[in-house]
């Protein structure tokens, strides 16, 4: 069983699209200094906040299993092995500073429970 953490947000009409990029690159299992650029298109030096994140947690262990979004909604479930938790504690202050509205962490795991 592995844990899943679920990112809901809302984001400007104007970002769904670099959002929706930030999504595909964390499903295709890239991130590191790709995702920090993408941030930075988010807000200014918005890239730095990872900094601290990626000296925690392997650039491979963020991960999206599954992603989508509808209108300006999205919806991102990260695989988190075994450390979810962990990941929710290290992601809820870098989305707080993010241009994002509504964020909600959230625990649970591929059992579906």
């Not at 959002?19 to 030096?45: H, P, R, V």
């Not at 909604?73 to 695989?79: P, S, V």
Request: proline share 2%; hydrophobic share 40%; glycine share 8%.
């Amino acid at each position: 069983m592995s844990d899943i953490v679920k990112l809901q947000f809302s984001v400007k009409t104007s970002q769904v699209s670099l959002w929706s990029s930030i999504c595909t690159l964390l499903a295709e299992g890239g991130s590191g200094a790709k995702l920090q650029d993408l941030f930075d298109d988010l807000q200014a030096d918005a890239g730095d906040l990872l900094d601290e994140f990626f000296d925690e947690f392997d650039s491979e262990q963020l991960y999206a299993e599954n992603w989508h979004h509808e209108a300006n909604r999205f919806e991102i479930e990260l695989l988190a092995g075994g450390f979810g938790e962990d990941l929710i504690e290290a992601l809820e202050p870098i989305f707080l500073q993010l241009p994002v509205e509504g964020f909600v962490a959230s625990l649970g795991s591929d059992s579906g429970s």
